[in-house]
Each structure stands twice: as C-alpha cells, then as structure tokens.
C-alpha cells in the first residue's frame, strides 16, 4: 500500500530555519504531486501548496508565498517545507499528502502523512 | 473565515442519519468544482472519506454518502456509531485563489 512518511517534531526558537520532510513510497512518486497543509493548534485545514514531483512545479496559497519553501528531491522520493525565520505563529501540525489531480486543475488529497508538530517557543 | 462554510458542530444517537453541509459560492462549489470529504479522528490525520463529489475509497463503509447541488454539497452518514466521532472537513478548488480551500471542520458526536 501507499506509504506517506513525515520526519519527526520539531522544538525551535523564533529566528531559527527548519526544513521538514515527506518521504513517499510504494506508487511511482514522480507522477504526482504532494501537497502540503498546516493545521494551527485546535483549528481546521489550511492548504499551503504543491509540488510537482517529476520537474518541481510548484504552486503556493497566496498568504504563504515568500514565507515557506516547498521543494523536493526526486532521487529519494523526498517532498520538503522549509523556513528560513521561524515565529511563534508558526506553531501547527503541518501534513502532507499525495495529490490526485483531476479536471482543470482539480484536486484531492488520497495519502496523508502521519503529521509533523512543529512547535516554535523562545 | 473558511472560503467554504460548515456547522461548527453536529450530534446524532447511535443507528441515527445526520448530515454535514459545505456552502461555498460561484468561484468553488457554484462553478462546478468536485468536493470531497475527511474524517479526521481525535489525534491523528485526516483521512479521505468521499472524492468527486460521492465516490468512496476503498474500505469506506457505504454508510458515508456525498451529494452537490448549487453553491451547496453535503455528507450524509447513515447508521451512525460510536467510531464516527471525528472532525469532518469539505475540501474544493477556488478560482480566485487557484488552489485548494477547506471547509472550517464539523465536529461529530455521537450521543
């Protein structure tokens, strides 16, 4: 079966850059994309943005543009997110999932990660 | 503010039917954009429950159900038991934002 693994929490101070993973396996991980989504502490869903993982296309929810970086590295089946000045109001559960593209432009979220907590605190 | 809109929260007895509404507008759910449906259970992450509209994954119960009418779509859960308590979230595409918009999640429980 489809396997989303996400890397492990993660306690930073605000300042402070991070990167977190998504590593998939089991489906051929260069004909999808994955997205990405934060979830603030007792909130619903935000989606982030996408990567394509075939040639790293990537498109971001207008509000995150400049303030995260999504890339990935195909060799090893590996999605990222990454900032390079933590805040406090970055403290949420960010996941991610494998994307089915559908009609113009449609999508939906099949395989979800367990979940990455980051929690940013001076 | 959700782009899509949801009751905060719904409650049904056990064997009951309740339903979850998402109401969007003419830029998502009016323009003719699929919506799906998760279920995320206490702690852990969302899992996919209805895509295009009323198609279910394999190993859904036949218990969840999805519609779309208009601006509107609905999860209807049908013989409903103690498991089902979660959150529950509608997700579409947005053309204004050109990506993805949630509803803000409805909280299920089963008395």
């Known amino acids: 079966e489809v396997q989303v693994v996400q890397s492990g929490a993660e306690v930073k101070k605000p300042g402070e850059s991070l990167k977190i993973s998504c590593k998939g396996s089991?489906?051929?991980?260069?004909?999808?994309?994955i997205g990405w989504v934060r979830q603030m502490p007792g909130k619903g869903l935000e989606w982030m943005g996408i990567?394509?993982?075939?040639?790293?296309?990537?498109r971001y929810r207008p509000s995150f543009q400049g303030q995260v970086t999504i890339s990935a590295d195909k060799s090893i089946n590996t999605a990222y997110l990454q900032w390079s000045s933590l805040k406090a109001s970055d403290t949420a559960m960010y996941y991610c999932?494998?994307?089915?593209?559908?009609?113009?432009?449609?999508?939906?979220?099949?395989?979800w990660g367990q979940g990455t907590l980051v929690t940013v605190s001076s | 503010q959700s782009v899509l809109t949801q009751p905060p929260s719904v409650s049904g007895a056990p064997g009951q039917r309740v339903t979850i509404s998402c109401t969007g507008s003419?830029?998502?759910?009016?323009?003719?954009?699929?919506v799906h449906w998760y279920q995320q259970l206490p702690g852990t992450a969302p899992k996919l429950l209805i895509y295009?509209?009323?198609n279910r994954p394999s190993g859904v119960p036949d218990r969840f159900s999805g519609s779309k009418s208009g601006t509107s779509a609905s999860l209807a859960i049908t013989g409903l038991q103690a498991e089902d308590e979660a959150d529950y979230y509608c997700?579409?595409?947005?053309?204004?934002?050109?990506?993805?918009?949630f509803g803000g999640g409805t909280r299920l429980t089963v008395l």
């Open positions: 999932a494998r994307v089915v593209m559908t009609t113009a432009g449609q999508y939906y979220f099949d395989y």
């Open positions: 295009g509209n009323n």
């Open positions: 089991r489906y051929s991980f260069t004909s999808y994309w």
């Open positions: 003419s830029s998502n759910i009016g323009a003719g954009y699929d």
């Open positions: 990567i394509y993982l075939g040639d790293s296309d990537t």
């Open positions: 997700q579409s595409y947005d053309s204004s934002l050109r990506g993805s918009v």
